[in-house]
Structure formats: C-alpha cells, structure tokens
C-alpha cells in the first residue's frame, strides 16, 4: 500500500510538471469507425467536420473512417486527437489508452432522437421454426465482428442472461457494413443474423430490402423507442479525446458539438440530431467484463480514486499511521520524521485532488475536509470540524421540505456499512444549492464502522450544460412543430394558427389545460373596429380582463408571478416581431416562475416571428385574393358590356338588314333598286366596323379561345381568296396567290381565326392599291430552334407606309395619318386585331414597306401537321326554292317588334306557319298548350329570358318522357363564346346570330322539315 501511495504522489507530480506537447497543433484529426462503408462514413461525417472547423476557425479538422484494427493503432500511436466509435470499443480504448468522452451522439430513428441503441436478433419471416431464443440453439449465425457492441454483444449477454449460450463453431462473421449479415439471412447463408438497432428500417429505407422478409426474435416493447428491438438498451456512440488533448480544447470542442442544431446540415448529412452530454458507459463494461472481454482496468483520475477507492485511502493512511507508531516504538527519532512526511503527504493528496473530499465520524459529524470541499460549501474549516454533516449540508430537501436524516444516503454508508453513490443537491453556506455527485464510502476497523469517506464533484457546469441542450432541443422541435403548422396546405389561416398554438402548449412549464392565446392586430382588422383572437384551452389571461400588452420594445417579457386569477401562475409574453413591425402578441400562461432560460427565450422569439411571417403572408395572400376577386369582377363586367353591346348593336341592324332585304325582294323600279342597294351596301359596311369593334373588345376581355381542329389549310386559303378577287377586279387590280407545292394540306388550328387574319390582310391591301397586283403566299419555313413554321405573306403594289409609320402599324385605332383615314376609311383595327390573334396563336406578324411601291406583311404560325381526317361538310338535299320537305310549324320568341315582324316574313316566304311569343315565358305556356316542329329562340327577353325558357322545355320534355325533343335555336345578337356555351348547356341545337343570315336560317329550316318528313325529328310525341 505504501508502493502504490508513492507511485500515486510520483504520478501527481509528473501530471502537474508535464509540458503539453499538443499546445501549437492546429490540425485536429477524429477517427469514425466504419460500420457501414468507408465512402458512405465519409459522406455522413464530413459535414460534422466542416461543422466545428466554422464554429473553431483556429483549428482545422480531418476525418478519418477507420476499422477496429486501425483505430486502435492509431490511437496506441498518438495518430488521432478525437474518436468516435461504438461504446465496447471505447471502453477498451479508455483502459488502454486513457479516452475521456466528451458527448454522447444522438441519432435519428425513424425521425425521432435517440441517445441510446441495442441489438435486433433477425431471422427469415417464414421460419417458423424460430421463433424465441431457445430456438437459437445448434442455428447458423451471421455478426459483423465479434467487436460490435449492438451487432454481436448486446445479443450474446442476452442469450447468457436468458440460459442460452452461443457456440462459436456456428457464428460466421462478415465484416463491416451490417448490411451483409442481413443478406446472409435473406439469401440463406444464415438462419440467424445480429445487428445493432435501426439498421433494417434504414435498409428498407434506401430500398435494399422489405421489411416484411424479416421476422425479429424477442422483441422488445419499449414505447419510447422507435426501430426494433431484441436486447437491453445501451448509450449510443461516444465522441471522445484522446488523453494528449488540452482540456480547454476537449470542452470547446464538446460546447460546438452540443450546440448543434437538429435542422443543420451536419445533422442532416448524418441522419441525427445532435450530439447530448456523455452518458455512463458503466453498463457497458459491466457487460464486457461478464463477457469476459475486460482484461484491464482503466485509468483513474485522482477523482476517479477518491470516488472509487475512498476507502481504501483512508484506510492505507491508517495502516501508514499505525506503521508509524510501530516503528516510532523502535526508532522514535526515524518514526518522528517518517510521521511527518507522510501526513504532509496525505496533506499534499488531498490539497490537490480535483474534488471535495470529506470525513465523517461514527456520529456523522466532520472528521477533515479538502481545500476543494471548503470551496464548494462556503464554510471556513473550523465551522466544519466536528459539526453535523446532514445539518449542514443535507437539511433540507431543494423545495424547502424537511430531509429527514434515515433518507439521507451519506448517513446510511455508516448506519448500513454500505458504499452510497449517486446524485444530490448540496447546501451552501450563504443557503443556495449546488447539485453534486456524491461517493460514501464507510471505513471500518474490524468489525466496526468508524466513519466514512465522502467525496463530491460539483455538477453546476454538466447541469447547466444538459439543461441548455435540453432547452435546444426543446427549441428546435417547437419551431419545427410551429411552422410545419403555419405552412400546412389545403387548411385554412384559422385551422393552421389552432394547430400551431396546440404545439405551443406542449412546451414544459405551461400551466395544463390552460395554453396559449394569439392577439393579431393589423391595419385592416382595426379599421374594422377589433382584433382576432386565438387561444388553445382556457386563457387565463383573458380571464384577468387586462388589455393586451404593448411589447414594441420587447421581444420577449416574462412575467414569474400573475396573482390576478386562480391557480398562482406566470406568463410568456412574446411580440410578433418581424422587420422591427410588431403584428400582435403571443401570451403563453405558465407554472409560476418559468424557465428564463436563454435558450428558452430564443426560441419564444423566434416562434413569434415565425407566427408574425404567418400574419403577413396571410395579409398578403387576403389582399390577393381581394385584388384577383376585384380583376375577375372587371373581367366579367367587361364581358356583360360586351355581351349587352353586342345585342343593342345587332338587334337593330338585324331589322336594317332584315327590312332592305325584303323590301329589295319586291318589285322595284330601277332609281328605287339603286337607293336601297347603296342603303345596304352601306349597312354591310357599318356591320363591319361593328364587328371589328365587338372582335378588339372580345380579344381585349380576353375572351377570345383558339380552336385546334384539323382541316384543309390549302381549301381554306384559295376559298378564301375567291371572293376578293371579284371586288379587286372592279379596281383593276388582279389578285393572285403562290401556294408552295409542297405545303401540306392537313393541319391542325383555328381555321376561322386565321381565315379572319387573310382576309384582314387581303381587304387592308385592296383599299390602298389603286393598280398593280396583290399576292398571297404560302410556304414553309425552319425555326431557329427545328421546329416547322407556316409563313403567310401578303404583298401589294399600294400606297406603302412611311419608315417612322410601321413600328405603329399594329397599335389600335391606328393608320399613317388621318388624310388616310379620310380618303380610304376603316377603323384602324383590322391590323390590331390580325396581330392580336396572330400572337393567340403563338405565332409572330411584321411588315416591310416602301412608301409608293407597296407593302408585304409576313404572318408566321406554329405549324401542327394533322394525320386525323379532314371533315367534310355534309351535303346539302338539292330543292328547288319556295319549295320546302314539309310545312313547318315554328314557335318564335322575340320581343322586339321589327324583328319579329321581319322573322315572321322570313318564314311566310319559306312557307311556313309560325306562333309569336313576346318573352320566354309566353314561349314555355305556348308550347306546352301546341305542337311545334321548331323553336327560334331570342336569348335576352323581357319576364324570362331565352336559356330560362329552354331549360324550363328541356326539363319538361324529360318528365313527361318525349320521344323526339323539339329542336330549339337561338335566335340571338349575342356573339359572346360563353353566352354560346350556356345556351348549348342548357339544351340549345344550335345558334343563329343577328343580323339574320338567309342562308343559314334557310338550311336550318330545311333540316327540320327533312326531319319531319321522315320521323326523326320533333312530332308532338307527348
């Protein structure tokens, strides 16, 4: 005993004159066992690397994926300041190499954080032989190493602690990753495989296997744990420093590892949550030592020897004691200064140990006290000395209740003769509290006890550690929680702010049952006289009656005590803050004084701008939807204009027209022929600008669609441009066109829009050529990007344009100057609207002019070849005029009376008899009372309007189960698509617009009769 106590105070010495030979090191190298894959640990570790070199720029660290062999070489030969490795590995690195853990990791499984992990015992799910672990017996087994904690030991201590005992002639291991132990059971090679915890969810993961494949021998139940499970619970890997490494390097290191967030990159590259205070690792090597893999003790720390070995110390000084009396007997003068030195020696121990160390007599009063145990109590030594230990240390319980002196674990060591160990709050003597770890070891001197050794460690530092990364932790998960709330699609503001304040009141220290209230004031809810209120559970605040408070100058305000109501309780009140704006207040009601913690008031401050981003987004998305409800009520305020100027505007040009046309049906003289003839050519003309007004206001609205239908693009060109040539012959002026042979004939578009674009062009270019030619060609060009484009170009020998003129050539109301709108008329829209639709289209329209020698305007559209066959109009029975298939009887609604008077002629000359209606209404009577073949239907009438009175028929024809409907046209001057739509949902056969066009009535009135003649069509089947 004297050797060792020598051999002790020769270590003490060479520890306190050691020079660190790691002071100007820079570069900092951690070893990571390899348990999966070399490339795939530096991938998941990288990350953390890069992590601490930005939170410790004066170092820069290395990664280093090893195996078992290689980390204990490297760590035997000073290779490695850091490692980070199972915990079976670091206990025997920490016994031979003297590693301390600085944190504890703390994965992810399965989303949730972990800090502990175990073995799973597998097998294939159709084995139903095994199932339990008798059945492991005389059974192929698959392990990574036998040096896996979670991959082989956890498993064989279970199968000793159960009575089972594993045969090593059967247990095949595969090396690293855990993956290949798995394989084996899947593919056969096994009937049984060890792996550590998390491992098969994280396969099924990454899609390598189905989970339903497997079976799991001696599950465990633990709800808390998230992965499956076979064996005990062990702390996770630690993260530990080689013994050469400064302590002030090893705590800043653990501080940047522990104050990582969740949501950080380097958590996220590794699939974990952070890193937590080191755990004990005394169960692990219990394990291992009953394994019998513990050959060696570890090294002890002077700490380490007073918590443990306390006993035997104090007994040792005895024995040195009683030495010297002995020897003092024989040699009094040698026994004097032997006597000396060694009690200056056990001075010198204990002065210089890191922790308190006390004794304690027989009748629990202070026997000697440490330099240190003085520090953490306050006391001076001589009002310790022979004073009660449990009085005043131990008195009093932290909430203030009596301890009583039987509990006490320090008294117990002597009453029992029992080693006591474990943690406790400390009184000091200015009567505030320390929490420490205690060790009691009783001292006795044959069969009795004398006292006790106690020795005590302040954990203020390692408390106040834990309980920051708690309150991160905390943190994180309730921002997380709160803004995955806020964010949540497909719910509304008020649904996302109730689940957010649920969340809320899940944090530790609210008062249960009561929660949280949210306060949102903006500008336009106070304009409206109030503020919106959200509370989870029964707002004690709002119980209190108290205005909401002004927080502009506060973030955060924590109120410990609120006596205004029952029970005694405190709030967080926290300012939705964001840019310096305050949006409202979120009051938290809380146990009395709540954590004021640092960590804890971040994280309120930043919930309350997370709900203050939610407000504004909300502000935002409202004054959008206000906004995009104001631009759609526009919109469809423009269509009903549009709509009702349609019908003002044709409805009587359909009598203008209707009327010249009868009346030049009659017997004329010749000065009377002339004059209406030049009346409705110049009513044609106003129907064309009123068309041209009506198609710019449609395509304005936006309520112009392009149709994509396939026809015969070369018919639909040279049909076109029949007519023209007619009018441009009576200026002498000859119309031609230059169709490329190989342009094809079937495409896909809009026939009638890009009609309307060659004529536009084609009119526009036989009013400003007074000789010459007009030209229209067709061709096919190639796009910059291969697609194939349709070029239309219309070339004439006119007036031409001037330069500064052609960029304003497509502008609305536009042409070169206003002589030109003298001498040549139009309205200027016929180029706007060609460009317009041109653009609906996808396509490009330009123009090249030279004034006095002619203009050529080039159309380009997407070019969609159609396989699909052409349609073709379906032919029309031959019949001589006035003659029709069969006398109609005609049901017309029309409430304007020129019109009907003209509709009414229209029919007699057809020779059919037709029944007048005023409005919808009249319509629906009169054709319930008769038996109509045919229906012409005015759309906006007076009492009941067109669509009302079809559906109203429709409805009627269905109830009383009509064999042949009665066909039913509208017979309107509305030119919108969508009113044309409504009327063909609503059971319209079909349209005729105003001005009525003879030829289309006449075909719709052939139609019907043929229908009638040969019993398909109406018949008053009732």
């Known amino acids: 005993m004297i050797r060792y106590m020598t051999l002790l105070c020769f270590v003490m010495a060479a520890n306190m004159l050691a020079t660190p030979s790691w002071a100007d090191q820079t570069v900092v190298r951690i070893g990571v066992l390899a348990f999966r894959s070399i490339e795939r640990t530096r991938a998941q570790w990288a990350p953390t690397a890069a992590w601490l070199e930005q939170k410790l720029p004066a170092y820069r660290f290395t990664l280093q994926p090893l195996s078992y062999e290689e980390l204990d070489r490297d760590v035997a030969e000073g290779r490695l300041d850091f490692v980070l490795t199972n915990p079976e590995h670091f206990v025997l690195l920490r016994a031979r190499n003297g590693l301390a853990a600085m944190a504890t990791l703390m994965p992810r499984a399965e989303g949730h954080p972990v800090t502990r992990f175990g073995g799973v015992i597998i097998t294939g799910a159709t084995r139903n032989d095994i199932n339990a672990l008798k059945d492991l017996h005389g059974r192929r087994i698959a392990a990574v190493d036998e040096r896996s904690f979670g991959g082989y030991l956890a498993q064989q201590w279970t199968l000793l ?79 530990a420093a080689t013994s050469a490494v400064p302590e002030q390097v090893s705590k800043a290191i653990a501080m940047a590892l522990l104050s990582m967030p969740p949501d950080s990159a380097a958590a996220q590259a590794g699939n974990y949550y952070g890193f937590a205070p080191p755990r004990d690792y005394l169960p692990v090597e219990a394990i291992m030592q009953r394994l019998r893999l513990y050959k060696s003790g570890p090294e002890f720390t002077l700490a380490d020897v007073a918590r443990r070995y306390g006993a035997y110390l104090v007994a040792a000084l005895a024995i040195l004691l009683a030495a010297a009396a002995a020897w003092a007997a024989e040699r009094r003068s040698r026994a004097a200064r032997a006597e000396a030195e060694r009690l200056a020696l056990r001075d010198t121990i204990l002065a210089n140990l890191g922790d308190g160390v006390f004794g304690v007599d027989a009748a629990g009063r202070f026997s000697f006290v440490n330099p240190r145990a003085l520090a953490l109590s306050g006391y001076a030594l001589d009002e310790l000395i022979g004073k009660d230990v449990h009085g005043l240390f131990h008195h009093s319980r932290p909430d203030g209740s009596a301890y009583p002196v039987e509990d006490c674990p320090l008294h117990n060591a002597i009453a029992h003769g029992e080693r006591q160990e474990g943690e406790e709050w400390l009184w000091r003597r200015d009567g505030t509290l320390f929490p420490a770890r205690y060790c009691a070891t009783p001292i006795r001197q044959g069969n009795r006890i004398a006292g006790a050794v106690v020795a005590i460690s302040d954990l203020s530092a390692q408390k106040q550690d834990e309980e920051s990364s708690r309150f991160e932790h905390e943190g994180a998960e309730i921002k997380y929680a709160v803004a995955k709330a806020l964010h949540e699609a497909g719910r509304s503001f008020d649904q996302r702010v109730e689940s ?429 009372e008769g038996a109509f073949d045919l229906i012409l239907m005015d759309m906006q009438m007076p009492v009941m309007g067109g669509i009302e009175a079809t559906r109203l028929i429709r409805k009627s024809e269905h109830e009383l189960c009509v064999e042949h409907a009665t066909p039913i046209y509208a017979l309107t001057a509305a030119a919108m698509a969508e009113e044309q739509q409504r009327g063909l949902e609503a059971g319209l056969d079909g349209y005729l617009t105003k001005p009525i066009n003879r030829t289309a009535l006449a075909e719709v009135l052939d139609r019907t009769a043929n229908q009638v003649l040969h019993g398909t069509g109406t018949g008053d089947t009732r």
């Open 161 to 239: 602690a159960s009575g089972e005992e594993l045969n090593p002639d059967l247990v095949r291991f595969t090396g690293m990753p855990h993956d290949r132990v798995v394989m084996d059971v899947l593919e056969g090679r096994a009937d049984v495989g060890f792996v550590r915890t998390g491992i098969i969810e994280s396969m099924a993961r990454e899609g390598k296997i189905k989970l339903d494949l497997l079976k799991v021998i001696n599950r465990q139940p633990p709800s808390n744990f998230p992965v499956a499970l076979s064996t005990d619970l062990y702390p996770e890997w630690p993260f």
């Open 500 to 928: 957010a304040l649920n969340a809320l009141a899940t944090l530790n220290g609210l008062v249960p049952g009561a929660g949280a209230q949210l306060v949102i004031r903006n500008q336009h809810e106070a304009e409206e006289g109030g503020q919106r209120y959200y509370h989870h559970g029964e707002s004690l605040w709002r119980k209190t009656g108290q205005d909401i408070p002004d927080l502009s100058a506060d973030r955060i305000r924590v109120v410990p005590h609120c006596e205004a109501t029952a029970p005694p309780h405190g709030h967080y009140l926290v300012s939705l803050n964001h840019a310096g704006e305050q949006q409202g207040v979120l009051i938290l009601d809380t146990q009395p004084a709540p954590p004021a913690h640092p960590a804890r008031l971040d994280t309120l401050s930043a919930v309350g701008e997370i709900f203050a981003l939610a407000v504004l987004n909300e502000q935002a998305d409202r004054m959008l939807r206000i906004t995009t409800a104001q631009a759609e009520a526009t919109t469809r305020a423009k269509g009903d204009f549009l709509a009702n100027m349609s019908h003002e505007i044709r409805t009587p040009m359909n009598g203008i027209l209707g009327m010249l046309d009868l009346a030049m049906d009659t017997e004329l003289s010749a000065e009377q022929a002339e004059f209406l003839g030049i009346a409705r050519n110049s009513a044609d003309g106003l129907l064309t600008i009123i068309n041209e007004i009506l198609d710019f206001s449609k395509i304005e609205a936006g309520k112009v669609g392009i149709e994509s239908i396939p026809f015969d693009l070369v018919a639909m060109l040279t049909e076109t441009l029949k007519p023209w040539r007619i009018s441009a012959g009576i200026k002498h002026v000859q119309v031609r066109d230059e169709i490329a042979t190989d342009l094809p004939r079937h495409v896909c578009g809009d026939p009638g829009r890009m009609r309307q674009i060659v004529v536009n062009l084609v009119s526009n270019a036989i009013k400003f050529t007074e000789h010459g030619e007009i030209v229209l060609g067709a061709r096919v060009d190639a796009a910059q990007d291969g697609r194939r484009l349709l070029h239309l170009s219309v070339a004439d020998t006119g007036i031409g344009i001037l330069p500064d003129k052609q960029r304003h050539i497509f502008d609305a109301f536009s042409q070169e100057d206003a002589s030109t709108t003298r001498r040549y008329g139009g309205t200027g829209l016929g180029l706007t609207i060609s460009s317009r639709l041109v653009e609906l289209m996808g396509g490009t329209i330009s123009v090249e002019s030279e004034p006095g020698k002619g203009s050529t305007f080039h159309v380009r559209l997407p070019l969609t070849e159609c396989t699909e066959a052409v349609p073709k109009a379906p032919a029309l029975p031959i019949r001589s005029a006035g003659t029709p298939a069969a006398n109609l009887n005609v049901l017309v609604a029309e409430d304007n009376r020129v019109n009907q008077k003209l509709i009414l002629a229209l029919l007699e000359k057809h020779g059919h008899r037709a029944s007048l209606a005023a409005n919808g209404r009249e319509a629906v009577d009169l054709w319930r």
